[in-house]
């Protein structure tokens, strides 16, 4: 779920300065978040840097603000030029998969392949490892990205791709608190390399999503909120059945379940 490929292994005096920082928020965090949670093209960052990974979290909904803005653009741009609703809500979930590099999705086939396709914890963690896909993993696919897609049109079509920006932001506002709340079930990877954020950081991720959604879209944004935020707590409560707490593969899973739910809501609210 993580991508850690653009970090710089050269020392530097930023890195003397910085490596021990221990700010709870940092302008850093920002672009450290876009590398992370996104695929697009950024300058490599010092190494010294990844180790505010968990402190970073906060700013986890930015990362959902640039992704969710390059698909509204998209989506808002092809219904300008006279597409209909459902080719640009494709387009823009396609702009949505492609700043991601499709990692979310990725960890929510894995979810769906290794949740329901295994019998102990320990095989449905082999499971999820595995490179893979199977055919719970198509399945959740494929059903979660048709909901998306037909969410997104819905909106796109009613003039709405307000609905769609704080879909992506306060879904990853919601990964933190399964960080934080759910301990790592493998004892390695890079949910584990990331560690668990501090509390400070959960809470105001949360509330910057939070307001951010109230702000696009006033107080209907309490229902779709409420959506999302069932959708992550049930996966939390499967998750730590089945294998025992989190992964990487768990909080794409949930960013995808979450965005869709609030898409729904929104979609519904219409």
């Given at each position: 779920?993580?991508?850690?490929?653009?970090?710089?292994?050269?020392?530097?005096?930023?890195?003397q300065v910085h490596k021990n920082d221990t700010r709870?928020?940092?302008?850093?965090?920002?672009?450290?978040?876009?590398?992370?949670?996104?695929?697009?093209?950024?300058?490599?960052?010092?190494?010294?840097?990844?180790?505010?990974?968990?402190k970073a979290a906060w700013?986890?909904?930015?990362?959902?603000?640039?992704?969710?803005?390059?698909?509204?653009?998209?989506?808002?741009?092809?219904?300008?030029?006279?597409?209909?609703?459902?080719?640009?809500?494709?387009?823009?979930?396609?702009?949505?998969?492609?700043?991601?590099?499709?990692?979310?999705?990725?960890?929510?086939?894995?979810?769906?392949?290794?949740?329901?396709?295994?019998?102990?914890?320990?095989?449905?963690?082999?499971?999820?490892?595995?490179?893979?896909?199977?055919?719970?993993?198509?399945?959740?696919?494929?059903?979660?990205?048709?909901?998306?897609?037909?969410?997104?049109?819905?909106?796109?079509?009613?003039?709405?791709?307000?609905?769609?920006?704080?879909?992506?932001?306060?879904?990853?506002?919601?990964?933190?608190?399964?960080?934080?709340?759910?301990?790592?079930?493998?004892?390695?990877?890079?949910?584990?390399?990331?560690?668990?954020?501090?509390?400070?950081?959960?809470?105001?991720?949360?509330?910057?999503?939070?307001?951010?959604?109230?702000?696009?879209?006033?107080?209907?944004?309490?229902?779709?909120?409420?959506?999302?935020?069932?959708?992550?707590?049930?996966?939390?409560?499967?998750?730590?059945?089945?294998?025992?707490?989190?992964?990487?593969?768990?909080?794409?899973?949930?960013?995808?379940?979450?965005?869709?739910?609030?898409?729904?809501?929104?979609?519904?609210?219409?």
């Open positions: 779920m993580f991508n850690r490929s653009r970090q710089s292994n050269n020392p530097s005096k930023g890195a709870t928020f940092s302008p850093w965090d920002v672009p450290l978040v876009l590398v992370l949670l996104t695929r697009l093209p950024l300058p490599v960052l010092p190494k010294w840097l990844f180790e505010r990974q968990s700013a986890y909904p930015a990362a959902g603000l640039v992704v969710g803005g390059l698909g509204c653009i998209v989506g808002w741009s092809a219904m300008a030029v006279g597409l209909s609703g459902t080719v640009s809500a494709v387009l823009a979930v396609a702009v949505l998969i492609a700043a991601t590099g499709a990692m979310h999705e990725d960890g929510l086939a894995d979810t769906a392949d290794g949740l329901w396709g295994g019998y102990t914890p320990e095989r449905r963690l082999e499971i999820m490892k595995d490179s893979h896909i199977g055919t719970y993993g198509v399945l959740a696919l494929l059903v979660i990205q048709l909901l998306r897609i037909s969410a997104v049109a819905s909106l796109l079509a009613a003039g709405s791709p307000a609905g769609i920006l704080a879909a992506t932001v306060f879904s990853r506002a919601l990964m933190p608190p399964l960080m934080a709340g759910l301990p790592n079930a493998r004892g390695s990877g890079l949910s584990h390399s990331v560690g668990a954020p501090p509390p400070l950081s959960v809470a105001a991720g949360f509330g910057l999503a939070f307001v951010f959604s109230l702000a696009l879209l006033g107080w209907t944004a309490l229902l779709p909120v409420a959506c999302a935020v069932t959708a992550t707590v049930g996966l939390a409560i499967i998750a730590k059945a089945k294998i025992g707490g989190q992964t990487g593969d768990i909080l794409g899973a949930s960013q995808q379940l979450s965005e869709v739910a609030f898409l729904l809501a929104v979609a519904a609210l219409l």
